[in-house]
């Protein structure tokens, strides 16, 4: 699976993004997908996830109520829209693919995760 994020950009705290994670390959309804996040001099850490067929979503404690996550199995695509953004949220965000063991499981653990894109930057001026 090949994963080529979009989206990010500057912005002003407060503002709203959409982060658009494209993939091509086989099977991508097979996949649990998660978006992961790392500032500078911090370690990467998951922001949120779903599963194969957008029924489970997870998110980390500090974006719930700001942020979805999406997908859309049909354009292979998977989406985060994130809404009121502040400075912490800043970082090159990444779309990543996994098999999970389970079809509800999902996985918060970068480690696990079988594919990778490239990043996209956000950037949220105060």
């Known amino acids: 699976v090949n994963l080529v994020e979009s989206g990010g950009g500057l912005v002003q705290a407060g503002a709203s993004l959409r982060l658009v994670c494209a993939a091509s390959?086989?099977?991508?309804?097979?996949?649990?997908m998660a978006w992961f996040r790392q500032a500078p001099g911090k370690e990467r850490e998951f922001v949120a996830g779903?599963?194969?067929?957008?029924?489970?979503?997870d998110y980390r404690d500090s974006v719930k109520g700001r942020v979805t996550i999406s997908r859309d199995n049909t354009e292979s695509t998977v989406y985060l829209q994130m809404n009121n953004l502040i400075p912490d949220d800043a970082g090159v965000y990444y779309c990543?693919?996994?098999?999970?063991?389970?079809?509800?499981?999902?996985?918060?653990?970068?480690?696990?995760?079988?594919?990778w894109g490239q990043g996209t930057q956000v950037t949220v001026s105060s």
């Open positions: 390959g086989r099977a991508f309804r097979s996949y649990g």
């Open positions: 779903i599963n194969w067929d957008g029924s489970t979503t």
């Open positions: 990543a693919a996994d098999l999970p063991p389970d079809a509800d499981y999902i996985d918060r653990a970068g480690s696990n995760y079988d594919y």
